[in-house]
Antibody
C-alpha cells in the first residue's frame, strides 16, 4: 500500500503563502492515479482543494482556484501545494490523498498536518 | 458543483444496534461515483465504501453501501464500540470533488 506524508511549516502569517509537500512512498507517483489535497478546519468537515496527475494536469476547487497551485516533482516522487493570501479561515489540518475525478479512491491518505494562520 | 447533504447530523445509538446514514446529492452522481469514509478524532479519514456499494480492503462486512442516482445509504448492521465516529460521503463524479457535512454516530 502506498504511504503519503505531508511536510511543511505549521505556522503561516496572515497574507502569506502556505507551501506543503506530500512525499509518496511504496509506489510511483507516475501511476495512473490523481493526487489530491484536502483540508479540514478544526471541528469542521472536509474540503477538497484540488488534484494533479503525474502529467501535470490539474483540477482545482473553484472556491480556492485563484489562490491555489498544485505541482508535481516526479524525480522526488512528491507533489506540492501552494496557497496564497492566507487568512485565519485557512487554519486547518491539510491532508494529501490519492483521490481523483472519475477514479475510485484507494484509501491512501497522509496523516495530516495542522497549519495555523497567525501573526 | 454537486452538493452532498447528509442526514441525520447526529445518530445516537447503542452497541449492537443498526445504523442507517443517508447522503443525498443535489444532482445525479453518474456511475455511482460515491464513497463513504469513517473518521475518528485526530485521524485521517478511512475509506469504507467506493462505487456506492463496494467495500474497501479490510472493511468488515457489517458495513454496506447502497443507492444510485442522487440517494445513497451507508448501513452498519450491528454497531461495534469502535464504530462510533463521524462518517462522510464523497462524490468523485466530476470536479470539484465534494464531501457531505458528516454524520456523527455516538453512543
Amino acid at each position: 500500500q502506498v504511504q503519503l506524508q505531508e511536510s511543511g511549516p505549521g505556522l503561516v502569517k496572515p497574507s502569506g503563502t502556505l507551501s506543503l509537500t506530500c512525499t509518496v512512498s511504496g509506489g510511483s507517483i507516475s501511476s495512473s492515479n490523481w493526487w489530491s489535497w484536502v483540508r479540514q478546519p478544526p471541528g469542521m468537515g472536509l474540503e477538497w482543494i484540488g488534484e494533479i496527475h503525474h502529467s501535470a494536469g490539474t483540477n482545482y476547487n473553484p472556491s480556492l482556484e485563484s489562490r491555489v497551485t498544485i505541482s508535481v516533482d516526479k524525480s522526488k516522487n512528491q507533489f506540492s501545494l501552494k496557497l496564497s493570501s492566507m487568512a485565519a479561515a485557512d487554519t486547518a489540518v491539510y491532508y494529501c490523498a490519492r483521490l481523483g475525478v472519475a477514479v475510485p479512491p484507494t484509501g491512501d491518505w497522509g496523516q495530516g498536518t495542522l497549519v495555523t494562520v497567525s501573526s | 458543483e454537486i452538493v452532498l447533504t447528509q442526514s441525520p447530523g447526529t445518530l445516537s445509538l447503542s452497541p449492537g444496534e443498526r445504523a442507517t446514514l443517508s447522503c443525498r446529492a443535489s444532482q445525479s452522481v453518474s456511475s455511482s461515483y460515491l464513497a463513504w469514509y469513517q473518521q475518528k478524532p485526530g485521524q485521517a479519514p478511512r475509506l469504507l465504501i467506493y462505487g456506492a456499494s463496494n467495500r474497501a480492503t479490510g472493511i468488515p462486512d457489517r458495513f454496506s453501501g447502497s443507492g444510485s442516482g442522487a440517494d445513497f445509504t451507508l448501513t452498519i448492521s450491528r454497531l461495534e464500540p469502535e464504530d462510533f465516529a463521524v462518517y462522510y460521503c464523497q462524490h468523485y463524479d466530476s470536479s470539484p470533488l465534494t464531501f457531505g457535512g458528516g454524520t456523527k454516530v455516538e453512543i
